[in-house]
């Protein structure tokens, strides 16, 4: 079993800047690629950004030039940096992993973490 644990939410004023974490724990051989989406009330839940276990990064049109991802291998975490942040960026946002266990890959999910943009 694997889990994935994310921290660093909550409440920031429109321009401010926010860091979330998430860390996987249990049964891991490998992790290919880790990334972070989000989900709005009423909206579908949209991919942030991504990026691969060697450092290959993809980030959503909206947060280009504002949002950094990085990962740690050895530590198996994954963190998104978000600076100027817009009201819009306001979603429950949740962390995902696809790990290999030794025997099968399967893809994981945070339990979400939720960002609020507002003055």
């Known amino acids: 079993q694997v889990q994935l644990v994310e921290s660093g939410g909550g409440l920031v004023q429109p321009g401010g800047s926010l860091r979330l974490s998430c860390a996987a724990s249990?049964?891991?051989?490998?992790?290919?690629?880790m990334g972070w989406y989000r989900q709005a009330p009423g909206k579908q839940r949209e991919l942030v950004a991504a990026i691969t276990r060697g450092g290959s990064t993809n980030y959503a049109d909206s947060v280009k030039g504002r949002y950094t991802i990085s990962r740690d291998n050895a530590k198996n975490t994954v963190s998104l940096q978000m600076n100027s942040l817009k009201p819009e960026d306001t979603a429950v946002y949740y962390c995902?992993?696809?790990?290999?266990?030794?025997?099968?890959?399967?893809?994981?999910w945070g339990q979400g973490t939720q960002v609020t943009v507002s003055s």
């Open positions: 995902n992993a696809d790990v290999f266990d030794g025997t099968r890959m399967g893809a994981y």
């Open positions: 249990g049964r891991i051989f490998s992790i290919n690629v």
